[in-house]
């Protein structure tokens, strides 16, 4: 959160610009707090040599991933297009209507109709999308309380992967045969699962240059209280970022009670604990934060 013991990290929530090509086309993953100053920028730097075109992707809609969306200032400029992706809502309300919701008098005053953008809505499920320019991007469903994607670009030999918010996967059968509901098979079949759908995150982000990874608690925080809230550990993040042979880590979705003092000094004792073990670099996400993944072949 905002203030004097977090200026550091920042306390903006999700917004990650990506740009590539010659032209630097461009990509928003996330529309939390953070997409207010990159819609500012965007106007006073993008602007000025033309119309906006970008995709915006949605992990999810929970509320902190949305929260900087009617404050975009591109689509109240007319001309600029914008296609919106978000997970396929299995509940009632597609995006475009949850969208709605949230552009609707009773939270902000001006309408959904009245954008001056043209934005096209597109629901996503698990699928790879090829486009013209050559950047590819891969859509995996992550666990989380409500329909969540990861997303994984593609683009020169270069990669970069968003797990936002994430859980790892776990066995919800009873595995104490004195447990109540305690049935053999299921508890064997459940630990069968939950490994395969871990493995399959896994084999997501493989080998990827750049894993922008969930990791909200440590392992104590989370098994004392917070199984089944949603979000990762540093310790997992870790242990399955270096399975799967990735090259840089990113923490991210700190806890919004850490201070930077406090990030600084667990990024170095995890820095510490895994030195000579991998050689995965690890990061903490922090606003402002620029990677550089130049094409194969034209590294500086």
């Known amino acids: 959160m905002p203030g004097p013991t977090t200026v550091g990290y920042g306390g903006n929530t999700t917004c990650l610009e990506l740009r590539y090509g010659e032209d630097e086309k461009l ?109 590819k991007i891969t859509t995996k469903f992550l666990n989380h309380p409500v ?15 968003t797990l936002y918010d994430h859980e790892p996967f776990r066995n919800v059968f009873p595995t104490d045969p004195q447990a109540d509901g305690y049935d ?3 508890a064997k079949e459940g630990e069968v699962v939950a490994e395969q759908e871990n493995a399959r995150i896994r084999a997501f982000y493989a080998g990827a240059d750049a894993v922008i990874h969930d990791a909200q608690y440590t392992q104590a925080e989370y098994d004392e209280k917070f199984v089944g809230w949603g979000h990762s550990t540093y310790e997992w993040a870790i242990r399955e970022a270096h399975r799967a042979k990735v090259k840089n880590l990113y923490f991210f979705h700190h806890d919004p009670l850490r201070t930077d003092d406090q990030l600084d000094a667990m990024l170095l004792e995890y820095r510490r604990k895994t030195a000579g073990k991998t050689t995965m670099e690890i990061h903490m996400a922090r606003e402002g934060l620029e990677i550089d993944l130049p094409p194969v072949g034209r590294e500086t």
């Open 27 to 135: 990509i928003i993953v996330g529309a939390g707090s953070g997409i207010k100053p990159l819609g500012d920028r965007i106007v006073r730097e993008d602007l000025p040599k033309g119309p906006v075109t970008a995709k915006l992707f949605l992990s999810h809609t929970h509320w902190d991933h949305i929260i900087g969306f009617p404050f975009f200032v591109p689509i109240f400029i007319p001309g600029t297009r914008l296609d919106l992706y978000s997970p396929v809502n299995y509940e009632e309300r597609s995006v475009e209507e949850i969208i709605g919701i949230q552009l609707s008098y009773q939270y902000f005053p001006v309408r959904q109709s009245e954008l001056s953008a043209q934005i096209s809505y597109h629901s996503l499920k698990e699928e790879v999308m090829e486009l013209d320019d050559g950047m």
């Open 147 to 161: 329909s969540t994607l990861g997303y994984r670009f593609d683009y020169g030999g270069r990669s970069l992967v």
């Open 184 to 186: 053999e098979a299921a």
